[in-house]
């Protein structure tokens, strides 16, 4: 099977006044005279190495199953910088999602062929990151056209700001919870049910008219549930 090749770049974020490392995966046929879409992952070293998702894609090229893809890994510095960045009451929360739609993106359409619209862009997360992946789309909604979402933190600020969003058509969701997320442990040490609050986020996004895929998948808040996950959500998503 052909591989493809996983690019460790650093990009300096005005925004965060950071060094971001970048972790950028080009399939194996890769030529800069064809156009691709982007898919950016927040938590991107938890997805390139614990869901695997070069190696998924590898596969899924290879039997031309998706479309010209490359994978933007974004991974975080540690859990507090984690939260920080992720977490809607986090201190640089407004700063990350300014660095993912006006610094990441404008770098990334500038350095390789990609189509240079919504609909061509996409952002993933688990966890904090899908909260983060979904705030993100919803605060800069022409930016990106799909979002994908493994069990994201949902609480009144994420439903109050879905609430608000009237621009239902501008992107697609997927959103997956696992039936077991009814106690855990989240960043500040308190146990959390996950999955009551994502059943009212499903039904909020169902009522205003989004379009929408959501399962719940046996399994609790860990890459047990989503790495098998993944192959599905990029097939869903990118499909030929």
Same mark, same amino acid.
Do not use: C
């Given at each position: 099977?052909?591989?493809? =090749?996983?690019?460790? +770049?650093?990009?300096?974020?005005? &925004?965060?006044?950071?060094?971001?490392?970048?972790?950028?995966?080009?399939?194996?046929?890769?030529?800069?005279?064809?156009?691709?879409?982007?898919? +950016?992952?927040?938590?991107?070293?938890?997805?390139?190495?614990?869901?695997?998702?070069?190696?998924?894609?590898?596969?899924?090229? *290879? *039997?031309?199953?998706?479309?010209?893809?490359?994978?933007?890994?974004?991974?975080?510095?540690?859990?507090?910088?984690?939260? #920080?960045?992720?977490?809607?009451?986090?201190?640089?929360?407004?700063?990350?999602?300014?660095?993912?739609?006006?610094?990441?993106?404008?770098?990334?359409?500038?350095?390789?062929?990609?189509?240079?619209?919504?609909?061509? $862009?996409?952002?993933?997360?688990? &966890?904090?990151?899908?909260?983060?992946?979904?705030? =993100?789309?919803?605060?800069?909604?022409?930016?990106?056209?799909?979002?994908?979402?493994?069990?994201?933190?949902?609480?009144? *600020?994420?439903?109050?700001?879905?609430?608000?969003?009237? #621009?239902?058509?501008?992107? &697609?969701?997927?959103?997956?919870?696992?039936?077991?997320?009814?106690?855990?442990?989240?960043?500040?040490?308190?146990?959390?049910?996950?999955?009551?609050?994502? $059943?009212?986020?499903?039904?909020?996004?169902?009522?205003?008219?989004?379009?929408?895929?959501?399962?719940?998948?046996?399994?609790?808040?860990?890459?047990?549930?989503?790495?098998?996950?993944?192959?599905?959500?990029?097939?869903?998503?990118?499909?030929?």
């Amino acid at each position: 099977m052909n591989k493809g =090749t996983i690019q460790d +770049i650093t990009l300096f974020s005005e &925004s965060l006044q950071e060094e971001m490392q970048l972790l950028i995966y080009l399939p194996a046929n890769f030529s800069p005279l064809y156009k691709y879409s982007v898919l +950016i992952a927040s938590d991107g070293k938890d997805y390139f190495q614990l869901g695997r998702i070069s190696r998924i894609a590898d596969e899924l090229y *290879e *039997e031309e199953a998706i479309e010209n893809l490359i994978i933007v890994g974004v991974p975080y510095k540690n859990v507090k910088d984690r939260r #920080d960045k992720y977490h809607p009451d986090g201190s640089q929360h407004a700063a990350y999602k300014r660095f993912l739609a006006q610094e990441l993106v404008p770098y990334i359409d500038e350095k390789y062929p990609t189509y240079q619209v919504g609909m061509g $862009r996409s952002l993933i997360g688990d &966890s904090l990151a899908a909260t983060v992946s979904l705030m =993100t789309a919803l605060a800069y909604p022409n930016t990106f056209g799909r979002v994908i979402m493994h069990s994201p933190l949902v609480n009144k *600020e994420v439903l109050e700001k879905v609430k608000k969003h009237e #621009d239902v058509h501008a992107f &697609s969701l997927y959103h997956v919870i696992g039936t077991e997320e009814k106690a855990v442990k989240t960043g500040d040490g308190l146990l959390t049910d996950f999955i009551t609050p994502n $059943r009212e986020l499903n039904n909020l996004i169902k009522n205003k008219g989004f379009l929408t895929f959501y399962d719940e998948l046996r399994g609790d808040h860990t890459w047990k549930l989503w790495q098998p996950d993944i192959k599905r959500s990029l097939l869903q998503n990118f499909s030929l």
